[in-house]
């Protein structure tokens, strides 16, 4: 069974800086994608960012949402099972709670400007608050 569990998240002032953790079981972590994705009240979720590994270490295929490149940084730990996100220069709009989840790709769509997961499963989240 695929599970994943989310840490890092908390109250922060806006400028400031989180990592989040995202760690996983119940698969083999050598070949994978992981998107980070968030939900701020009354708005529909949106991918973040997403990170593709395969062969056991990160191919370095990575994506990021407009409104987060330059501050958000993604990585992954294969031998903790563990994928990052590092958030800095933290802004009140980026308040949500943010979710991991694994998925069949990660790619980024020039048309539409959003990553391209397909999740298939999901962790519980974690608040980030930012405030102003």
């Known amino acids: 069974e695929v599970q994943l569990v989310e840490s890092g998240g908390g109250l922060v002032q806006a400028g400031g800086s989180l990592r989040l953790s995202c760690a996983a079981s119940?698969?083999?972590?050598?070949?994978?994608?992981i998107g980070w994705f968030r939900q701020a009240p009354g708005k529909e979720r949106e991918g973040v960012s997403c990170?593709?590994?395969?062969?056991?270490?990160?191919?370095?295929?990575?994506a990021y949402i407009d409104s987060v490149k330059g501050r958000f940084t993604i990585s992954s730990d294969n031998a903790k099972n563990t994928v990052y996100l590092q958030m800095n220069s933290l802004k009140p709009e980026d308040t949500a709670v943010y979710y991991c989840?694994?998925?069949?790709?990660?790619?980024?769509?020039?048309?539409?400007?959003?990553?391209?997961?397909?999740?298939?499963?999901w962790g519980q989240g974690t608040q980030v608050t930012v405030s102003s």
């Open positions: 990170i593709r590994s395969s062969d056991g270490k990160s191919d370095g295929s990575t």
């Open positions: 989840a694994t998925g069949s790709r990660c790619t980024w769509d020039p048309l539409l400007r959003t990553i391209v997961v397909v999740p298939r499963s």
């Open positions: 119940g698969f083999t972590f050598d070949d994978y994608a």
